[in-house]
């Protein structure tokens, strides 16, 4: 599954609809100081999923949203859209229909992020998963920001075997683990509270 284009409208800097192709190979974002690359990168971490409003340098997740800036007002919403190359049909089910996937996350103010697969609501997880099963994701090792290198040098064993689990694409599977274990303890607890029940029946 190959990263095909970005679709970037009202995020940080890009206000007005923005397509960026992703050619197989090298792809290289230029321009000058503070025009927005980091902003672009942000953006495709932003629609894999990421969660955390830090560490897309904002103090709150709709500070993704344009602010306003020269003579355009802010707006109201964001969308970032990826498209993605199945046609090797690598992706995980109820996913891998189609030769292309678009994943979509759309942030308006007040309500929040939604996410999209191929125009279908999806939960923030499924998105992820789908990052996940395919090596990828929004902390994916593949994505060397700057202050990386050096960050997974000095990384502690556990967080570096993390980082090989990744590119392993074995995470999506302990994510799938946790939720797992989640509802059976649910089931457990409701379990007990029928025994509980059924005793002051008997
Ligand atoms: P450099 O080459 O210096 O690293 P860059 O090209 O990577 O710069 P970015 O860091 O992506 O640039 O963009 C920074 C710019 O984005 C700043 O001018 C900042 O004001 C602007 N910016 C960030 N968030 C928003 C927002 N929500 N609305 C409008 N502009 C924003």
Known sequence: MNFVKLRVAGFKTFVDATEAPIEPGLTGIVGPNGCGKSNLVEALR??????????LRASGMEDV???????RPARNHAEVVLTLDNADRLAPEPFNGA?????????ARGLGSTYRV????????????LFADASSGPRSPSLVGQGRVGEIINARPEQRRR?????????????????AEQRLDGAEQNLARVEDVLGQLG
Request: glycine letters at 12%.
């Open 65 to 71: 949203i344009f602010a306003g800036g020269g003579s």
């Open 99 to 107: 030769d292309e996937i678009e994943v979509s996350r759309r942030i």
């Open 46 to 55: 932003w629609v894999m999923g990421e969660s955390s409003f830090k560490s």
């Open 118 to 129: 191929n125009g279908r609501e999806v939960r923030a997880r499924d998105v992820q998963l």
């Open 163 to 179: 980082i090989l689990e990744e590119a392993a694409g074995i995470a999506g599977l302990h994510a799938r683990r946790r939720e």
